[in-house]
């Protein structure tokens, strides 16, 4: 074999195997490191030129890769490689041509303006000039939106040439410039937006071709941040109305998917007295699809509209929250739990609670989970007076078979604790809910409780943790339940440990302890000696301690290894 790194390439480049001429290609980087920057363009690339007739795509878009890492090694030489990626960026297969307008891309970051001016953009329009391949318009399209900021004097060709290709007869050079024509109007200046820019944008709009009419939106939504709200109004706001119209559901569904977007970049005035109405209309679309995207997007929506134009949504809210399709009304649930916290206690209480009551109770699970999340939002934004009406059906989430619907609903159980803050209303209304964790067959679930609990001890204070929940944790270890419900008992104890002073750790919580050190379940036990050990850091009277210490060195020769392990453990540290 050839020690010279460039016939050590060309060796490789004879295998018949793609993957291994890939392999090889990925290291042309080293090889023209080795060969410097006048190997390169005497040797390297002119053997490349002889690869773009007879290699694989997957070499080819290696290659494509490769150029623009060659670039970084001779910046100030890099232009020597535009010749070949631009005939790279005229290939059919995708990937190849894509990745060749990167790698230009990054070879133009080593150029100058005026190169950019004098080189790039006379390639750029000789792409897009190329009428016997179509794909050379597309990468065309691409690199007009990075290059246009660095054209100089050439802007308006480019400009021209932009808007020419809006009207291809080619569908995919079409879906390009309204893939683009967002892109590049940030890097216009506004009189050549409105001047060039939007009656494309309006023709494109319309195409015969619904894909193209798709594509559209993003750009849609690029054009309107730059526009203000007269210019939005006049330009905007019709293109809208027209998708919203569209006569393709898919056109209707992405729109739906950027209409909260929309909202924000038109402004408050348009979207108070125009948007709301359009946006009713994809709310109520035939097409199940486009409603699930609408209400997804309905939960920002709202953030843009006045608080006195709400009310306008609340009716559509009633009627989504009875939509056959489970998909809406999971979205529709997320939704009343925010708007709730911009109407008024009353309106939504009157107009809305018993909606999500019936969507707690809903056949799908997905619908009850989210339900369960959204009443905690509800009950937190109308205040205490709600709880009354909430906690019965929350409890009965907590009996609900999916383990999913009972997470969710103790996660809002502890945040309505949690915001709430006043003994009286969760001794009352909250605590029943939120103990039922402790029995929970769900490891998820009764992980939430317990991961929560100290921020629950810190809000309702010592008295009420060695009070009525130690006495709930008591009940669950007495009883002849399952073994994993206990073993939960004593990890809350532990908890309950870490909150409290060295006297009632001693009084209160040891003497639970010690009896289950002596349980017939080896988990217990080995649980309990760790408890047993939190225990000891809280308390000072010697006499506990050396209790404590007794009760685990019985333990040592415990039948079971992993009590015996934790035993010795425990007495070690």
Partial sequence: MSENPFEVLKEDMENEEVYL??????????????????????????????LLKKEDDEVLFALAEELGNIAQIIPNQSICLLTLLEQLAGFDETVVREQAVRSITIVCGFLADNEIANTIVPMIIRLASNDSNFTCRVSAV?????????????????????????????PMVRRAVATKIGEIAQFMDKIHVIQDLIPVLKQLCQDEQDQVRLLCMESLMNIAKILNSGENKTNILPLIIQSAE??????????????????????????????????????????CDVRVIAVKSLARFIKFVSPEKLNLIVPLLQLLSKDPFSQV??????????????????????????????????????????????????????????LNQFVPFLKKCMDDPKWRVRKETMQTIIQLALTVKNPDVF????????????KDRAAEVRSMGLSQLPALIAAYKQEWAVGNFLSKCVETLS???GSLYRINALYAIQQISFAVDGPVAQDRLWPIVQ??????VPNIRFVSIRVAKSLSKK???????????????????????????????????
Wanted: one cysteine or more; aromatic letters at 6%.
């Fill in 329 to 386: 009304k999971q979205n529709a649930c997320e939704v009343i739990g925010q708007i709730a916290t911009l109407l008024p206690k009353e309106y939504s209480q009157s107009k809305l609670q018993q909606q999500l009551i019936d969507l707690m109770a809903d056949d799908n699970q997905d619908v009850r989970r989210n339900a369960a999340k959204s009443a905690g939002q509800f009950a937190a934004a109308i205040g205490p007076e709600a």
């Fill in 479 to 481: 009883k002849d339940v």
């Fill in 246 to 287: 569209d006569k393709s559901w898919r056109v209707r569904l992405a729109l739906s998917k950027i209409f909260a977007d929309l909202a924000e970049a038109v402004g408050k005035e348009i979207a108070d007295s125009s948007l709301i109405q359009i946006f009713s209309n994809l709310l109520k679309d035939t097409e």
């Fill in 515 to 520: 009896k289950c050190l002596k349980d017939t």
């Fill in 142 to 170: 691409s690199l007009m939106c990075p290059l246009y900021a660095r054209a100089g004097n050439q802007k308006e060709k480019i400009r021209q040439k932009f808007t020419e290709l809006c009207s291809e007869e080619t």
């Fill in 539 to 573: 308390i000072d009277n010697q006499q506990t301690l050396n209790q404590i210490k007794q009760a685990i060195n019985e333990l040592i020769d415990d039948p079971d290894r992993d009590v015996k392990f934790y035993a010795q453990e425990a007495l070690q540290n």
């Fill in 21 to 50: 001429k890939v392999n090889a290609m990925h290291r042309v980087k080293v090889v023209a490191t080795l060969l410097g920057s006048d190997k390169i363009k005497s040797q390297l690339i002119p053997y490349f030129e002889t």
């Fill in 427 to 438: 001794n009352k209304q909250l605590e029943s809910v939120f103990v039922m964790f402790l």
